[in-house]
């Protein structure tokens, strides 16, 4: 998987470089262009967020230096809180949905957390360059200039949308693109066919993107834009954007902990849908700062103590597994007990890290 | 002149104090680079321009680590110095920058971090007894 999925600074698979033509069918198709091009199952698309692909997307609207900074990164992992980890299934809490989900005691799982890349990143800032500005044209005091924005519906807002969209349909293939790569090594280091590996996809969703979704307000029917930040969708059983193959037992939430600990599978709920626009939490959230974290790994051997838990890690960077170790971050099951007994979205297994990738 | 990285929970956040607002964008630029790298391994006897216009200084400032940020990206250019002149002209404030340095070579240089962009987070470039300061953060 390491070898495989590319990490760290300028690296990227010899054999995907993508031409301007293909980088626009990605900002416009997403993961199905991935999928067109041989990379995964037309069926793992059936339990992507929105099949893969965000309506709406402009590529027009993504800027050629965006376009520069994404056109060799397809398919890498990125750095920071990004990871791949092997995983197994140490604990299952609901057996009926964790069976809808296909996951099972003991079970080998992989979690992979990634997103739009430098491409994203640079959409972000120029939109953010232009809402300064669009903020003070429309009026609006900002507390925080960070904070700037501009009417869903204004010229701005409907620009930075399009070019929001196609960055998350570059994250889609992005994530589409490795989960292919991890099924090769995994086929690879078992000796069998990548079609024999048995690995599917249980879910693969934003957490951070803004949406039009339609709710039920005071007893209206009404579409809001909805944005998820360092949150995931959490939609109840028979909710029309469930997927067809959960729509029994309701969507799984996806929230990750740290790399020595564990992260969790939970499903969405009802209650969710009134109280959060059926929204959970998308993580542990930090405990440290970054350079806490790094004061405290001092003369230490992160990789020896991760080893003695039974994780091994492999990183581009050893200053990023410092500011990532398990004691940076919140206790993920007191976070996942407090959303749990909230009713926002119900437990049904915890995953234990066995191998983790950091950029 | 001088920078200091103060603590920050999710990212990273730098104070930077200099004499003169050129200064002030040199050394926000060394900030910068010694965030991605050891800043004392990279070698500056190569040099490459920047031209910025923003209409306000503290715009101008993050317009332009937000160019450092991008052709570390896109180049691997790691700008170890910087020479600046910012000055007003009319609406507009104009940035005009050599930077020296080299790309990234990675059996010399150790990257620490990647910077994703540079954020307006408590923007201000503020006057002090000493001269001018302003923090930055950089969004991880």
């Given at each position: 998987m390491y070898r495989n999925v590319p990490t760290g600074v300028g690296s990227h698979?010899?054999?995907?470089?993508l031409s301007a033509m293909a980088l626009r069918r990605v900002l416009e198709h997403g993961a199905r262009w991935a999928v067109q091009e041989g990379f995964g199952r037309r069926e793992d698309l059936d339990v992507v967020e929105e099949g893969g692909c965000l309506p709406g997307a402009d590529p027009d609207r993504v800027s050629d230096r965006a376009c520069e900074r994404g056109h060799t990164q397809l398919g890498t992992l990125g750095s920071g809180n990004h990871f791949a980890e092997l995983q197994y299934v140490a604990e299952v809490y609901d057996a009926r949905v964790a069976a809808a989900f296909g996951l099972f005691?003991?079970?080998?799982?992989?979690m992979i957390h990634s997103g739009s890349r430098g491409l994203g990143h640079q959409v972000c800032q120029e939109h953010l360059r232009e809402m300064v500005d669009a903020s003070r044209r429309h009026g609006i005091e900002l507390p925080d200039r960070q904070l700037c924005c501009a009417p869903i519906r204004s010229p701005e807002g409907r620009a930075y949308l399009a070019a929001m969209a196609a960055a998350a349909n570059f994250a889609f293939a992005n994530r589409q693109v490795m989960g292919h790569w991890v099924r090769e090594s995994v086929a690879s280091a078992l000796g069998v066919a990548p079609d024999r590996t048995g690995i599917t996809v249980v879910y693969d969703v934003c957490h951070n993107i803004a949406k039009f979704e339609t709710f039920t307000v005071k007893g209206r029917t009404r579409e809001l834009c909805v944005h998820r930040k360092g949150a995931t969708r959490a939609y109840p059983p028979g909710h029309p954007q469930t997927p067809a193959a959960y729509r029994e037992v309701g969507q799984p939430v996806l929230i990750p902990g740290d790399m020595g600990r564990y992260s969790y599978v939970l499903v969405g709920t009802e209650r969710a849908l009134g109280e959060t626009f059926g929204s959970a939490c998308h993580g542990a959230g930090r405990r440290m700062s970054r350079s806490q974290a790094k004061r405290s790994a001092r003369g230490r051997s992160l990789l020896d103590e991760m080893h003695a838990r039974g994780v091994e890690v492999m990183a581009a960077g050893?200053?990023?597994v410092a500011e990532e170790?398990?004691?940076?971050?919140?206790?993920?099951?007191d976070v996942v007990r407090v959303v749990d007994a909230a009713g926002l979205a119900r437990r049904v297994a915890q995953l234990r890290p066995i191998g983790v990738i950091k950029g | 002149m001088s920078y200091l990285f103060l603590d920050h929970?999710?990212?990273i956040a730098v104070r930077v104090t200099a004499a003169s607002l050129d200064r002030l964008f040199e050394e926000a630029a060394a900030a910068l680079a010694a965030t991605?790298?050891?800043?004392?391994?990279v070698r500056t006897d190569r040099r490459l321009d920047v031209t910025l216009e923003a209409p306000a200084p503290d715009l101008l400032l993050v317009d332009w680590l937000n160019e450092l940020v991008y052709r570390f990206e896109t180049d691997l250019w790691l700008a170890g110095r910087a020479e600046a002149r910012v000055w007003q002209a009319g609406e507009v404030w104009q940035l005009e920058a050599k930077t020296f340095g080299e790309p990234l070579d990675e059996a010399r240089h150790r990257v620490k971090v990647l910077i994703k962009g540079v954020t307006y987070h408590q923007l201000a470039i503020q006057e002090t007894a000493e001269g001018i300061e302003t923090v930055v953060v950089f969004d991880i």
């Open positions: 698979r010899r054999d995907l470089t005691k003991d079970q080998v799982t992989i050893m200053a990023t170790m398990p004691e940076a971050y919140k206790d993920v099951a | 929970t999710g990212d991605i790298v050891d800043a004392a391994a």
